[in-house]
């Protein structure tokens, strides 16, 4: 049973062009710069609607769509998730960001029919050294992830590369959510986990297209869904962290797919 579900994903992926992969990029450049935009926003005070509102205004008048509203019925065009929130926290004008805060905001732009997807957890104010450390960790996860997903490697060892980081620090690893495949949706096999054993899993191809992101908690990695029925917070109620790219696996390794022109690495 195990292995055909197993089979079943192998099946669904959807491997890429390169011309598809260049076309793909024009959705993760606005993904990536309107991230930016509302990251520069995170300030003490400023309410995850207004950073929503900004988000939809930014991505409409760049000419995209929020690759986020209306998924599965979600109302908003990013995810806002402070300290304890993993992922998908609702924008509200009732939450307003406090320094000392945390939070991530995960964000995309569809361009052309391409969906992107990508996040950062930002300092609000203020934070102190033990947040300012899961920040830091977190981020190395994101990039161990991203250097293991090479042709030739499997899925398991993303998952082991960002496992490794995160669990030398003394951090947990969220396992009830994953990264995944990202291509006209924005949700594609296969998943992928932030946990694995080295050379297991699907073997990587040229033309596979991830959206690789970590989810670390300070404490323990087990999760609870609040009753409106999208945020996800730690069991433990200790902050976690969050950071998200998109990236293509081609014949010359990784090519980050959700970033601006000229840049390798978001700016933060
Ligand atoms: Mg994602």
Redesign the pocket.
């Known amino acids: 049973m195990c292995i055909s579900f197993w089979m079943e994903r192998v099946l669904a992926v959807i491997i890429k062009s390169p011309a598809e992969i260049e076309a793909m990029k024009e959705a993760g450049r606005l993904s990536a710069a309107v991230l930016r935009e509302v990251g520069a926003r995170c300030v003490p005070g400023v309410s995850t609607l207004e950073l929503d509102e900004f988000a939809e205004d930014y991505i409409r008048s760049n000419g995209g769509i929020p690759t986020f509203k209306g998924y599965g019925g979600f109302p908003g065009s990013l995810c806002a998730s402070i300290n304890e929130q993993i992922v998908h926290g609702i924008p509200s004008s009732s939450v307003k960001l406090r320094s000392g805060d945390i939070v991530s905001i995960?964000i995309?732009a569809t361009v052309d029919g391409w969906a992107g997807?990508?996040?950062w957890t930002y300092a609000v104010g203020k934070v102190d050294p033990k947040k300012k450390r899961l920040l830091e960790v977190t981020e190395k996860c994101l990039w161990a992830g991203i250097s293991a997903a090479r042709v030739g490697n499997r899925l398991g060892d993303i998952g082991h590369a960002v496992q490794s980081v995160a669990k030398a620090a003394g951090f947990g690893v969220v396992r009830d959510y994953t990264?995944?495949g990202?291509g006209r949706d924005?949700?594609e096999d296969p998943q992928v986990p932030n946990y694995g054993f080295r050379h297991t899993g699907m073997k990587l191809e040229e033309g596979m297209v991830l959206?690789i992101?970590p989810m670390i908690t300070m404490g323990t990695h087990k999760t609870h869904v609040m009753r409106d029925g999208w945020l996800v917070v730690t069991q433990d109620g200790l902050p976690s962290a969050h950071f998200?790219k998109t990236v293509a696996i081609t014949a010359d390794g990784p090519i980050l797919v959700s970033v601006e022109p000229g840049r390798d690495r978001p700016v933060n």
């Open positions: 995960d995309g997807d990508n996040a990264g995944h990202i924005m949700h959206a992101e998200e």
